[in-house]
C-alpha cells in the first residue's frame, strides 16, 4: 500500500474520527516468525459523533482492534489516523502524548488509585499533561457534576459504590475533554440496573455528540448503539448500522 507522506490530513478532508487502512497487527515467536495474526487488514471508518459497538468471539481480534483504535498498541501494517493525525507513524512517546490528549478510557474494573479522593484521580490525566492546579480542580468538579458526583467530592473510592465509582471513571476519560471515548466491557462489574443508569450516561453523552466506541459481548448493549462491528478471525465479519 503507499505510504501517506504527511503524519496529517487537512481538516477539511477529515470526516471521521478514527479511520484504519488495511491494518495488520502479528504478534511474533522469539524466532521472529509469527505466532498469531491477530488482525488481517482492517479497513474501519468511524465518523465523528457516532456510537459504535464491537463485538466477537474469544480470540477473534477484538481486544487487538481496541488496543490499536486507542493506541495502546501499533498495527504491524497499515495506517491509521486519529483525528487526522497517522498515529502509525509516531514513536512511542509522541503516541502516549497524542492518546493523552485525544482518548479517554473507561474500563471494566475502574482503575481508580484508592489513595486518592476522587476529584484528584480526576486531575491525574491532567497533571501529566501539564495542566495547571487551579484549572485541573475546576475539570475536576466540571466533569464529576456533569456525571451527577458533586456531592461525592471528598470522599475515596471505597466509599462510593460500584456504580459510583465507574461514574468517576467516566468523569475522568472526560477530564482532557478527548475527541473519542473508548471503553471495554464497562457494565462488566456492575448489577444490571447500576449498568443501565451506566448506560444512561453514555446515550447522554453521545446525544451531546461525543464519539463512542465500546467492547461489549451483551446484545442488549449493543442494541443502544448506532453501529455494530463484528469480528472474527482478525477481520471484520459484519458492520450492520441502524
Not at 197 to 208: G, R
Not at 215 to 235: F, K, P, S, Y
Request: glycine fraction near 8%.
Amino acid at each position: 500500500m503507499t505510504q501517506l507522506k504527511s503524519d496529517t490530513v487537512p481538516r477539511t478532508e477529515i470526516d471521521s474520527v478514527c479511520t484504519l487502512r488495511q491494518v495488520r497487527k502479528h504478534y511474533f515467536k522469539p524466532d521472529g516468525s509469527i505466532l498469531v495474526e491477530a488482525l488481517r487488514g482492517v479497513d474501519l471508518e468511524v465518523p465523528r459523533g457516532q456510537y459504535v459497538a464491537i463485538m466477537g468471539p474469544s480470540g477473534s481480534g477484538k481486544s487487538t482492534l481496541m488496543n490499536v483504535l486507542g493506541c495502546l498498541d501499533q498495527p504491524t501494517h497499515g495506517d491509521y489516523l486519529l483525528d487526522g493525525r497517522n498515529v502509525a507513524q509516531l514513536s512511542d512517546q509522541e503516541l502516549s502524548i497524542y492518546r493523552g490528549q485525544k482518548i479517554g478510557f473507561i474500563f471494566q474494573a475502574f482503575n481508580l488509585i484508592s489513595q486518592l479522593r476522587i476529584e484528584e484521580n480526576i486531575e491525574v490525566p491532567l497533571f501529566y499533561q501539564g495542566v495547571p492546579k487551579r484549572k485541573r480542580v475546576a475539570r475536576a468538579v466540571e466533569k464529576l457534576t456533569l456525571v451527577g458526583l458533586e456531592d461525592r467530592i471528598g470522599h475515596r473510592p471505597s466509599e462510593l459504590s460500584g456504580g459510583q465509582q465507574q461514574r468517576v471513571a467516566i468523569a475522568r476519560a472526560l477530564a482532557a475533554d478527548p475527541v473519542i471515548l473508548m471503553a471495554d466491557e464497562p457494565t462488566g462489574n456492575l448489577d444490571s440496573t447500576t449498568g443501565l443508569s451506566i448506560l444512561d450516561i453514555f446515550d447522554d453523552l453521545h446525544a451531546k455528540g461525543m464519539t463512542i466506541l465500546l467492547v461489549t459481548h451483551d446484545e442488549r448493549i449493543a442494541e443502544r448503539c448506532q453501529r455494530v462491528i463484528r469480528i472474527r478471525d482478525g477481520l471484520i465479519e459484519k458492520d450492520e448500522w441502524k
